[in-house]
């Protein structure tokens, strides 16, 4: 078995503080404006959201000149004042609905009450923070529908941020996928390697596991001393950052550069996992409907590579 982890991205928008705020000012609107149209209470009162206000003045942050970083932080800070002030016109009404009312909402006005309600406050002033102090909350919330959502940066060239979870993924013989359970969002590679060898002796044996490799990413010492105490295990490639070939043995070098060559195929797998399923980006809006859509990636693709061994397709195994 070799593993590698991969991210799933959430369905959420570029989480800039930008877009959350005119998102939070839309979710306002949204429940303002059903309040007014609905309830007879607050059918005359005056108040209302000026939702293109604070457009207007996203785009002028969202198009303001790059080499100019004083223009930006004015055009930051007039957006936080114009959002906040639209919002607080009319959030403070909302703590007076019955429960009743929020009883007979339809379910996504009741779900934009409870975003309003745990993040607004919080939200802005967070972002306030950021602004005049320059100290950033790493509590300050991605997404308002997603709570499992944290930052990646791979450092790949084309990949950029990644929002969303880790998956630790293990191929084994025949070019089948094996997923690990995520314990958390991050699912850290060190943490990551007993965890993925148990989950394997669970499903085939505690004794079936002959060769193991990993990337750079997995080394440390404790996994080195475990590898080496697993009593089945004949060879494994435990790539070490900074390591010098030149210094192992012929053999040794040799072993090496195969594993690590091997280990190298778990990404041309990983690609077709992520297109034949939602392992790349999730289409859902709840956080465990998008984890059990990462899972069922994986066994998709499973089903595909055992179609092909049925069909009689040529598919050879890890050397």
């Known amino acids: 078995m070799d593993i590698d982890s991969t991210v799933q991205e959430a369905n959420i928008a570029y989480p800039s503080d930008a877009q959350l705020m005119v998102k939070m000012t839309l979710l306002v609107n949204k429940v303002w404006t059903y309040m007014k149209q609905n309830i007879s209470f607050f059918a005359d009162f005056i108040p209302r959201v000026d939702v293109k206000a604070v457009k207007a003045k996203a785009r002028t942050y969202f198009?303001?000149?790059?080499?100019?970083?004083?223009?930006?932080?004015?055009?930051?800070?007039?957006?936080?004042?114009?959002?906040?002030?639209?919002?607080?016109?009319?959030?403070?009404?909302?703590?007076?609905?019955?429960?009743?009312?929020?009883?007979?909402?339809?379910?996504?006005?009741?779900?934009?009450?409870?975003?309003?309600?745990?993040?607004?406050?919080?939200?802005?002033?967070?972002?306030?923070?950021?602004?005049?102090?320059?100290?950033?909350?790493?509590?300050?919330?991605?997404?308002?529908?997603?709570?499992?959502?944290?930052?990646?940066?791979?450092?790949?060239?084309?990949?950029?941020?990644?929002?969303?979870?880790?998956?630790?993924?293990?191929?084994?013989?025949?070019?089948?996928?094996?997923?690990?359970?995520?314990?958390?969002?991050?699912?850290?590679?060190?943490?990551?390697?007993?965890?993925?060898?148990?989950?394997?002796?669970?499903?085939?044996?505690?004794?079936?596991?002959?060769?193991?490799?990993?990337?750079?990413g997995y080394y440390s010492a404790a996994n080195r001393k475990y590898l080496r105490a697993l009593p089945s295990l004949e060879e494994f490639c435990r790539q070490q950052p900074g390591l010098d070939t030149g210094s192992l043995l012929e053999s040794d070098a040799a072993a090496y550069a195969r594993l690590a060559e091997r280990r190298a195929g778990s990404e041309p797998l990983i690609g077709p996992a992520k297109q034949g399923g939602q392992l790349g980006k999730s289409r859902r809006k709840q956080d465990e409907t998008t984890l059990a859509a990462g899972y069922a990636s994986i066994g998709g693709f499973n089903l595909r590579q055992l179609i092909r061994h049925l069909l009689g397709k040529d598919i050879k195994a890890m050397a």
């Open 63 to 216: 198009f303001r000149d790059r080499k100019d970083p004083d223009q930006a932080k004015t055009a930051f800070q007039e957006l936080w004042h114009a959002a906040l002030t639209q919002i607080s016109h009319v959030r403070k009404y909302f703590a007076v609905l019955l429960d009743y009312d929020l009883q007979r909402m339809p379910w996504n006005i009741r779900r934009a009450v409870d975003q309003a309600h745990e993040h607004c406050s919080q939200f802005f002033l967070s972002v306030a923070g950021l602004m005049y102090r320059g100290v950033g909350d790493r509590e300050k919330p991605l997404s308002f529908h997603a709570k499992a959502v944290r930052c990646f940066n791979k450092g790949k060239l084309a990949g950029g941020l990644q929002f969303g979870r880790a998956f630790q993924l293990g191929r084994i013989g025949g070019n089948f996928l094996l997923v690990g359970a995520c314990t958390s969002l991050r699912m850290e590679d060190k943490a990551s390697v007993r965890p993925m060898i148990t989950a394997q002796q669970h499903l085939f044996g505690e004794r079936t596991l002959q060769a193991f490799g990993t990337d750079k």
